[in-house]
């Protein structure tokens, strides 16, 4: 069978709980982290473990560089090095399909071409502004964390503000069209910011060709509700690099759902910083990838203060050869964040033969004071108990398969919670599974 | 009226150090309106003959036969026994994401009918089903299993059977993890299904007390993979206050 699956943790959730009494301790990350974890998973043989190391002064055996803490973010181009393809977080990116967003050829170089087009529905409460790259609020929750942001970063001219006002609670989702027209390697920026105590739903759809390095920033203030989905819909050929950082205020939440399924690349880093207590994020995604795509996702929850909950799910499929996914979920619990509640799931279901999954879920815990933590992850061909129980029922093995498909799909698209955008969703996903091989 | 038989029924399953038999010789006949009650310890195979009859793959059958009104049974696939009017409430019925419970048993109901329910009496049925088995209605809207509790899961299980009318119902456990209240709003699903007069029952319990709300007629003690006694209901009260420690201690001897 011409399948690679890459995963530290098949089918093993894994609990962490932890009270004062002990310090739960998984060290490590990165290519560190993905052996450790698989330690971690082998140990857990029920697929259910309590990790409990005494407390005290527990160094970990964190390398330079490896800990999702010490990851560099900077403004400057330069201070990120020419990608190798060897670097942690681009070992599973095909440098050569990036169509040059990562400026291979020197710091001196920028992306010129015309970024996709953004329109925004006008609603009450809501503003939108077309800003220079000199408006003092851009840059104020993103930095780039790798040399494709740090180049969109460095090349953009012209950014979109889109401003939740205090208080509003927007009736109907804020619909942001950014649509591609070019493939001429560009950069784009958005800001939005929800203001304290509002409520809004955002979705960001993405449409035509392009080729493309994205930065978004969610400013999600204090006691802010912000609901985002991002729909990556984009025509064959599309290169996609989306930066997608949040910081979440005191009592705000966000939420956060990336749907992927068009284009030739796309690479998505969503990150959710916990920056205020009482904060709560929940990143949803779903991809679906063809024959010959490249779908990447790279998640990172900073939990950098106490008593804040984060909740991150993510659902693939794969069908056709040499589609390729990769999940990586890093889950960063700092020495501060103390009551911390945390989860974060990655499941893949495989269709056909010739695909690769990746999925690395990486979860660090400075402090033994958290309620829960846990990761799991798992990527299989199909559940044949839920084939058994709908056949049990009298349905047909084919029809009995679309349904779970579709429900394995519908889980992730249930939490957008905007019906149009659900419904349209549906349909995408039954055209998809039309060319399945199911 | 229907008939189930089921004859000298050998069963195995592949495990690691081999295939390894677990019904040795299982014979047992089923007609319409009979409720037979199998009894049996943990790991005598009780499971084992519920998915056999159903067709789970895991499950090979080397020798015997199983008919329903002379059909042969064993060439049908898991869906094909379904249509033919098998209905298995599972011991531990597994959560579906994503496909909600309305979704999934209008489409059941159509595939084992043939043809769509009509709408109208269908949702009227369907709420009148869930209200007797004290389901919330909101029960409608959520995945099939998904982060129901064990008593739920059994509730949802009778809520099939009553809606789908099989010809035969296997019950495997259903009455293990249920509260007393659970229990007796299970046992009333199960005993209207059978009152309707078109149905046969196969309980497979392991504990006395869900025969105090479904009475059988026919009680079978199973140890070891086949069945060691069969008689009428007493036989279930001298399993109460014997236990089955006779029966496995002669079925050893054997
Ligand atoms: N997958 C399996 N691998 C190995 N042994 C199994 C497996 N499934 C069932 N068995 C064995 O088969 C026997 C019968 O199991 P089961 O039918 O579940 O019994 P019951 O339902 O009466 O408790 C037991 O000894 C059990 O350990
Ligand atoms: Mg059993």
Redesign the pocket.
Known sequence: MSQTVNTTDNASPEEIDADGAGVPVIPGMGEEGEKLSATVAEASDAGHATHSVPSGSQKRPVKPGSSRADRLSSFELADFPALTGREEDWRFTPLNRLAGLHLPDGDDARLTGAAPAVSVTELDGVTVETVGRDDARLGTVLTPDDRVSAAAWASFEQATVVTIGADVEATTPVRIDITGTGTAPAAQHLLVIAAPNSRADVVLQHRGSAVVSQNIEFDVQEGAGLNVTSLQSWDDGAVHVSAQQARIGKDASFKHVAVSYGGSLVRLTPTSRLAGQGGETEMFGLYFADAGQHLEQRLFVDHAVANCKSNVLYKGALQGQDAHTVWVGDVLIRKEAEGTDSYEKNQNLVLSEGTRVDSVPNLEIETGLIDGAGHASSTAQFDDEQLFYLMARGIEEKDARELIVRGFLHEIIQKIGIADVEETLIDQMDSELQVASL | MSTLEIKDLHVS????TGP?E?LKGVSLTINTGETHAIM????????????TIAGHP?YEVTSGTITLDGEDVLEMSVDERARAGLFLAM?YPVEIPGVTMTNFLRTAKTAIDGEAPSLRHWTKDVKAAMENLKIDPSFAARNVNEGFSGGEKKRVEILQLELFKPKFAVL??TDSGLDVDALRVVSEGVNRAQDTGTMGTLL?T?YTRILQYIKPQFVHV?VD?KVAESGGAELADRLEAEGYERFETAAAGA
């Open positions: 399953i592949e495990t690691e390894k677990i049996g310890p943990n790991g005598s195979g009780k499971s084992t003959l519920a998915s895991r011991q495997d456990e497979i392991h199973f993979g």
